[in-house]
């Protein structure tokens, strides 16, 4: 867009907001999310500032605060927090809370979380602790992630989680278990991995070839034991399950795929490297 246009919108913005006054809601509420669906990202941090302003009415920032809650734009975030924080207005402060948990992510049960620890005021506590629900009712991810975590505490629940996961998250909510990939319950790991195969889009590549990468050396240095050989078997048939889905990333793979079949033997693994190549239309030998 070009920069005369964006400096107009905002200006529209500012004009609007600041003579809020003599629209009805309704009609400032549709007029500001006509003009940030026009100005894109700068109107929505111009929208930003204004959450905070205190020489903004109280009645234009409750305004602004809901709309915040409608867009939610990421812009929103930390202003919004910063009106439950440190707002004057209980109102606001009520009207913050539920434009947060429109977010409904794992972003908005944090901001509220640590909301309810640091907040003393019995209402907003009820507020907030209502609101942490309703996020937590509405996304599954939020009720089942404990249960995921606890890994090796307990396994049952874990790999139930997991098979959940594999069928329900979408693409963005599987992007949130990168973090998980370095956690030190190998469980846990190994889990987040299968996750991202499976439900993981093409921006989470790097992240699984580099896990694959790793973790395949450090569990061919340790095939003395069982364990290894099946986590090995797991971590192959999981990268499988995502080049099936986006096949144009083999090549980058192809040469530590090779590589370990080269120490495969007639190992479970090495027949599930040899079809995983075959799959990809490389036959590149088999463990012999």
Request: one cysteine or more; proline letters at 3%; glycine letters at 6%.
């Amino acid at each position: 867009m070009a920069l005369a246009t964006i400096d107009s919108v905002l200006e529209q913005i500012d004009k609007l907001v600041r003579s809020a006054a003599d629209h009805d809601d309704l009609q400032f509420r549709l007029r500001l999310e006509e003009l940030v669906k026009i100005g894109g990202r700068d109107t929505e941090n111009a929208i930003a500032h204004y959450l905070t302003g205190n020489y903004i009415s109280v009645p234009t920032r409750l305004n602004l605060v809901r709309i915040a809650g409608y867009i939610r734009s990421t812009a929103f975030l930390v202003p919004l927090n910063k009106v439950i924080e440190f707002g004057k207005d209980e109102r606001l402060r009520e009207a913050a809370i539920i434009s947060i948990s429109k977010y409904n992510d794992r972003r908005a049960l944090d901001i509220l979380d640590r909301a309810l620890e640091k907040n003393k005021n019995k209402q907003l506590q009820e507020a907030i602790a209502g609101a942490i629900n309703r996020i937590k009712h509405n996304n599954p991810l939020l009720i089942m992630l404990p249960r995921f975590l606890q890994g090796g505490k307990n396994s049952e629940d874990f790999f139930i989680t997991v098979k959940v996961f594999k069928k329900i998250l979408s693409p963005a909510d599987a992007k949130g278990f990168i973090s998980y990939l370095q956690n030190e319950d190998p469980l846990v790991s190994a889990g987040s991995f299968e996750i991202l195969c499976c439900r993981g889009n093409e921006t989470v590549f790097f992240f699984i070839s580099e896990f694959f990468r790793e973790r395949s050396r450090s569990l061919i240095q340790a095939l003395n034991r069982p364990q290894s050989a099946e986590a090995l078997a797991k971590l192959i048939a999981a990268l499988h399950e995502y080049l099936n889905r986006h096949p144009d990333f083999f090549s980058q793979l192809r040469p530590d795929i090779t590589a370990l079949l080269g120490r495969a033997g007639g190992s479970l693994w090495g027949k599930l490297l040899t079809t995983l190549l075959a799959d990809m239309g490389d036959g590149s030998g088999s463990p012999g």
